[in-house]
């Protein structure tokens, strides 16, 4: 059920685009998504060593930090390029007239595939301790509806390169009362046996549920300079 005009959410998410990495723009966007930010330091104690005590003498020490945060929700229509954009290939632009865009996002299997990036905001009522997290993609995800055909789940890994504390979401952009989700009943397959062909043969009263699950191989580029 959507949900109706007057209810607000205690916590959510907002993305905005990035044009360039490393640098956080405002978010735009409202996610219908679920899950907190996670900002590790990665405090690391000095257990084993010999300091004549049984209590800790020597101070920890921090690594690098991890800005990670998993997320799950109901799909919707307006969060699919977002997630493709992350998951699967950056830089595509819609075509088509009109508001009837049309995404393809192609993986690359020769090369690196370059990722979309995006600011990502995580906040509840009190906006003041809000969390950013620059250049967020997804290291993971999964696409997928059940037996009730109702509509489909999205849950992700995100993986952001920085995370700043106390940084408050963009007031002004809120989440719609009527979000238009994609249904498992309204899901059709199509297996056609050439590129050129995708889209025309129809595969009818055949799928009962159906999942899919994207895995990206990151390196984080820690350099020690």
Do not use: C
Not at 145 to 172: K, M, N, T
Not at 203 to 210: G, K, L, N, T, Y
């Amino acid at each position: 059920m959507a949900i109706q005009a007057g209810t607000k959410r205690l916590r959510g998410w907002w993305f905005g685009d990035e044009t360039v990495h490393g640098t956080p723009v405002a978010g735009t966007e409202r996610k219908g998504w679920s899950g907190p930010m996670v900002i590790e330091p990665n405090w690391t104690d000095q257990d084993d060593i010999d300091v004549g005590s049984i209590d800790t003498q020597q101070p920890p020490f921090r690594t690098q930090t991890d800005v990670t945060a998993e997320v799950s929700g109901a799909l919707a229509f307006n969060d699919i390029p977002g997630i493709l954009d992350m998951g699967i290939r950056g830089g595509v632009t819609g075509v088509g007239g009109g508001t009837a865009k049309t995404w393809t996002h192609t993986a690359l299997s020769l090369t690196a595939t370059t990722l979309g990036t995006q600011t990502g905001y995580w906040a509840d009522e009190v906006v003041a301790d809000g969390m950013r997290g620059t250049s967020g993609i997804l290291e993971s995800f999964e696409l997928g509806f059940d037996e009730s055909l109702g509509p489909w789940q999205f849950s992700g890994s995100l993986r952001f390169a920085a995370g700043d504390a106390h940084v408050s979401p963009p007031a002004s952009v809120l989440m719609g009362s009527n979000v238009a989700l994609v249904f498992g009943a309204d899901t059709a397959l199509y297996i056609d046996d050439t590129a050129a062909g995708i889209g025309v043969t129809q595969i009818s009263d055949a799928v009962h549920r159906a999942s899919v699950r994207v895995e990206n191989t990151i390196d984080q580029k820690r350099y020690a300079n």
